[in-house]
């Protein structure tokens, strides 16, 4: 909406202090963008970055994210994402770390401080202790001749030209240049760790790709009294009724083994009212469709989804591996599941 719309709520607007507030909202996305594209520009002579990377896929413990303030909360989203990601990362705040909370630090950890001026108290009480443990010490700050910085194996520069804040004092640009080389930490282990879908599944199982990577069609399938099916000699009422008391919109034609042999639904039903005049008359094996689909209760549901997709159908039959009905599956039951 423009700030001169004649629609604006009237009480408390001033078109100045709007064009203002515009004109500030840019200014803020334009430093931040040229700090993140003066830190694009530092990565290509400096190795520090690949260096901290082999640091850290070497580490036979967990990464181990520290600060205080804003620094703080950038290192629990960095700490966040690296254990999502495949490297094993937990935050722990310094000052909690100096009444007991150091105990959770090993030697076979390795530590990322994060402190912009690198001259935090808390931080510099603690990294003593990690150096004389054995810890490895990865440090981010945006001063390489600050304390934190000398006292580091590795330090990785987050400096920046100014703040966003007018001020120059709330940490704007930096914590988001220090955000951004810690994403782009863990991009790289995770390329370098082989990590796939399947294991981003696995650390999210309650979103929408670990429900798709992780549900089985076992999970999810209808079996027992609730599967459709009748014999090849069963007469056509007899698969009606069934077809109704499932509401599956289908029925399976198993031979005496449990296997299944054909399929045959509603829409088939349809095809033969004008071909029939006697319905009692027919039998399963003359209208059944032979050689259904069918899929292992093993397999992921997705591999469900894409069956069904290819082939437009609603229904699918569940078998064992030894090729008997085991369960049937609607596409209903997928959405329900979330898996598509």
């Given at each position: 909406m423009s700030v001169t719309d004649q629609n604006f709520p009237a009480q408390g607007f001033d078109a100045g202090v709007m064009r203002r507030a515009m004109e500030m909202a840019r200014e803020t996305l334009d430093i931040e963008t040229a700090a993140m594209q003066a830190l694009q520009a530092r990565l290509v002579t400096d190795d520090a970055v690949a260096r901290a990377v082999a640091l850290l896929l070497g580490c036979h413990g967990r990464v181990v994210v520290s600060g205080i303030g804003k620094s703080g909360h950038i290192g629990r989203k960095i700490?966040?994402?690296l254990a999502s990601t495949g490297t094993?990362?937990?935050?722990?705040?310094?000052?909690?770390?100096l009444h007991g909370d150091l105990g959770m630090i090993t030697a076979q950890d390795a530590v990322i401080a994060i402190s912009y001026s690198g001259e935090a108290s808390e931080l510099l009480a603690i990294v003593p202790i990690i150096k004389r443990m054995g810890t490895h010490l990865i440090a981010m700050t945006g001063n390489p001749n600050s304390s934190l910085a000398k006292l580091a194996d590795i330090h990785l520069d987050v400096s920046v030209a100014k703040e966003a804040c007018p001020l120059n004092l709330a940490p704007t640009a930096s914590t988001t240049v220090t955000l951004a080389l810690g994403d782009a930490?863990?991009?790289?282990?995770?390329?370098?760790?082989?990590?796939?879908?399947?294991d981003f599944a696995r650390s999210h199982p309650g979103g929408a790709l670990g429900r798709r990577l992780l549900t089985h069609v076992r999970d999810i399938m209808r079996?027992?009294?609730?599967?459709?099916?009748?014999?090849?000699?069963?007469?056509?009422?007899?698969?009606?009724l069934e077809i109704t008391q499932k509401g599956m919109g289908m029925t399976a034609v198993v031979d005496?083994?449990?296997?299944?042999i054909?399929?045959?639904?509603?829409?088939?039903?349809r095809r033969l009212i004008d071909k029939v005049?006697?319905?009692?008359?027919?039998?399963?094996?003359?209208?059944?469709?032979?050689?259904?689909?069918?899929i292992e209760a093993?397999?992921?549901?997705?591999?469900?989804?894409?069956?069904?997709?290819?082939?437009?159908?609603?229904?699918?039959?569940?078998?064992d591996a030894d090729d008997k009905l085991v369960g049937a599956l609607h596409i209903h039951d997928l959405t329900r599941a979330k898996v598509i």
């Amino acid at each position: 909406m423009s700030v001169t719309d004649q629609n604006f709520p009237a009480q408390g607007f001033d078109a100045g202090v709007m064009r203002r507030a515009m004109e500030m909202a840019r200014e803020t996305l334009d430093i931040e963008t040229a700090a993140m594209q003066a830190l694009q520009a530092r990565l290509v002579t400096d190795d520090a970055v690949a260096r901290a990377v082999a640091l850290l896929l070497g580490c036979h413990g967990r990464v181990v994210v520290s600060g205080i303030g804003k620094s703080g909360h950038i290192g629990r989203k960095i700490a966040a994402t690296l254990a999502s990601t495949g490297t094993p990362a937990m935050f722990v705040h310094p000052a909690e770390a100096l009444h007991g909370d150091l105990g959770m630090i090993t030697a076979q950890d390795a530590v990322i401080a994060i402190s912009y001026s690198g001259e935090a108290s808390e931080l510099l009480a603690i990294v003593p202790i990690i150096k004389r443990m054995g810890t490895h010490l990865i440090a981010m700050t945006g001063n390489p001749n600050s304390s934190l910085a000398k006292l580091a194996d590795i330090h990785l520069d987050v400096s920046v030209a100014k703040e966003a804040c007018p001020l120059n004092l709330a940490p704007t640009a930096s914590t988001t240049v220090t955000l951004a080389l810690g994403d782009a930490l863990a991009v790289a282990l995770l390329d370098a760790r082989g990590f796939r879908e399947e294991d981003f599944a696995r650390s999210h199982p309650g979103g929408a790709l670990g429900r798709r990577l992780l549900t089985h069609v076992r999970d999810i399938m209808r079996s027992g009294a609730a599967v459709p099916k009748v014999t090849a000699d069963a007469r056509l009422p007899d698969a009606l009724l069934e077809i109704t008391q499932k509401g599956m919109g289908m029925t399976a034609v198993v031979d005496a083994d449990d296997r299944p042999i054909g399929v045959f639904t509603d829409g088939d039903l349809r095809r033969l009212i004008d071909k029939v005049q006697d319905f009692s008359k027919v039998v399963m094996r003359d209208v059944m469709h032979a050689n259904p689909r069918r899929i292992e209760a093993d397999k992921l549901a997705v591999d469900a989804v894409a069956v069904m997709e290819e082939f437009r159908i609603n229904q699918m039959l569940v078998v064992d591996a030894d090729d008997k009905l085991v369960g049937a599956l609607h596409i209903h039951d997928l959405t329900r599941a979330k898996v598509i």
